[in-house]
């Protein structure tokens, strides 16, 4: 079975500064892995993703992440935070089979301050 | 395209009422999906369905919870009789079989207070 664990519920960082948003993953298949961002009363919406291929994936929003299969992780970055990426993220695994849901962690709150 | 469109966007009920959530995927795609989020177990898998048939139900928290998609166009999300427990935002999403590489479609969700 899939699962995924998004260390650290809530994180702080400044306007400016880098942010490191970690999640590894458990899959018994190459898994698909996405991270979407929830913005307070919305839906969630897709950041990025990687499926095969360039294990370094970027996003909207000038964010990234990287694939690391042995450390089974799949960490959201950006280089300068900035106040509107405060909202909440969330990391998701599939087994990148056709017909099969995703699995959420339990999602990061992003705080910026000025 | 108009997205996931779902309604209500806010439901209060009595507990024990029936409640039934309503969901119209985007055209085209035919993998449907239910969620529930919560502040104590986040995001649940409730329920997906593929070509209008469901897959996995195993999500479904109790009996007292049904869904059915009748269409290619149409879902919903029912609670019969509906407690207190049952208040969270539920989601439905949408995508292509085969189309796990492109993500999910979520609609902006649908707040059920239970009182």
């Known amino acids: 079975a899939q699962s995924v664990t998004q260390l650290g519920s809530h994180v702080s960082v400044s306007e400016g500064a880098l942010v490191l948003l970690r999640c590894n993953y458990s899959s018994s298949v190459p898994p698909y892995l996405f991270w979407y961002v929830q913005y307070p009363n919305q839906g969630l919406q897709l950041l990025l993703k990687?499926?095969?291929?360039?294990?370094l994936v970027k996003g909207i929003n000038g964010f990234e992440a990287e694939f690391k299969k042995s450390e089974t992780s799949f960490h959201l970055t950006k280089p300068s935070a900035h106040m509107s990426d405060a909202a909440e993220y969330f990391c998701a695994v599939s087994e990148g089979q056709a017909g099969t849901a995703l699995i959420f962690g339990k999602g990061t709150t992003l705080s910026v301050s000025s | 395209d108009a997205g996931v469109i779902q309604s209500p966007r806010h439901e209060v009920t009595e507990m024990g009422q029936e409640v039934t959530l309503r969901c119209k995927p985007i055209s085209g795609h035919n993998s449907l999906f239910w969620y529930r989020q919560t502040m104590m177990r986040g995001l649940e898998l409730l329920i997906y369905?593929?070509?209008?048939?469901?897959?996995?139900d195993s999500g479904m928290p109790e009996d007292r919870f049904s869904a059915k998609m009748p269409n290619a166009s149409f879902s919903t999300l029912k609670i019969q009789p509906s407690e207190p427990r049952d208040s969270a935002v539920y989601f439905c999403?949408?995508?292509?079989?085969?189309?796990?590489?492109?993500?999910?479609?979520f609609g902006s969700g649908t707040r059920l207070t239970v009182v």
């Open positions: 999403a949408s995508s292509l079989i085969g189309g796990q590489g492109y993500g999910y479609t």
């Open positions: 369905f593929n070509n209008n048939v469901p897959i996995d």
């Open positions: 990687y499926t095969t291929g360039a294990t």
